[in-house]
């Protein structure tokens, strides 16, 4: 019998055409790159994730707030939204106590964990809203709010109550007498018996420069460092404002 041949098996097409060819190699070549991109991302974010939110860069910013120009390392900066040079409401710091240092690596341990390490100080840098600083409040505003009897608590400091509608809670205010000065005051929530302290239980406002309010916070474990402390923040703003801000461009 002869055979008998299907001539149009000649004229089929390939099971893959050019064009579904090049789709296919198209697709291919993006689903590389967005793997590239997921893996630069996932590199990026890895490294975002380990450093908290933190940076060892030393680039110094210039930042005006109010009439005032601070001059800032990037590491002691705390939020990174404010890392840049220009005009701010205010910036938050945090520093190691005692070196006055912004975040490094080898302080990591140090700054992730700024709940409960009692060597770092935070502080806060805004134009100032009140003609008197804490210490100026004292007598005009504090002594009225004050109840019962004063105490000695130790390291200089007295430890005054204050009235249960005072508004500030349990919190209870320090004071120290420094000649030639006036008292030295700080607000702390003071941990009670069994709880441990926070790193920022205790704050301060003191002023500087043009109209510049620095509002610290630090450990109530730091207490018997009041004085050094205050004098280190004092000195660390004063040598980083680099002037007037002026208002022309």
Not at 138 to 148: K, M, T, V
Not at 174 to 183: M, Q, Y
């Amino acid at each position: 019998m002869a055979s008998h041949t299907n001539d149009s098996d000649e004229g089929f097409e390939p099971i893959i055409s050019n064009r579904l060819a090049i789709k296919l190699v198209s697709a291919l070549a993006g689903l590389v790159l967005i793997a590239g991109l997921i893996t630069t991302a996932g590199h990026w974010l890895g490294q975002r994730m380990a450093s908290g939110g933190h940076t060892e860069s030393a680039e110094v910013f210039d930042i005006a707030i109010g009439s005032d120009i601070v001059s800032v390392p990037a590491n002691m900066i705390r939020l990174a939204e404010q890392r840049a040079s220009g005009k701010a409401s205010g910036l938050n710091l945090y520093l190691t106590w005692p070196e006055m240092q912004g975040y490094s690596a080898a302080e990591r341990g140090r700054f992730d964990t700024p709940d409960t390490s009692n060597d770092l100080i935070f502080v806060e840098l805004s134009e100032a809203t009140m003609s008197r600083d804490m210490s100026g409040r004292f007598e005009p505003i504090y002594q009225r709010l004050l109840s019962g009897d004063s105490t000695d608590f130790g390291h200089g400091l007295t430890l005054h109550h204050l009235k249960a509608d005072s508004g500030y809670g349990d919190e209870v205010l320090l004071s120290a007498h420094r000649p030639g000065k006036p008292d030295y005051v700080v607000r702390c929530l003071l941990p009670q018996r069994g709880q441990e302290a926070s790193s920022a239980d205790c704050q301060r406002d003191i002023h500087a420069g043009n109209g510049l309010s620095i509002l610290y916070r630090f450990s109530s474990k730091r207490l018997a460092e009041w004085d050094h402390i205050d004098a280190a923040i004092g000195a660390f703003v004063a040598n980083r404002l680099t002037g007037q801000k002026s208002d022309n461009p």
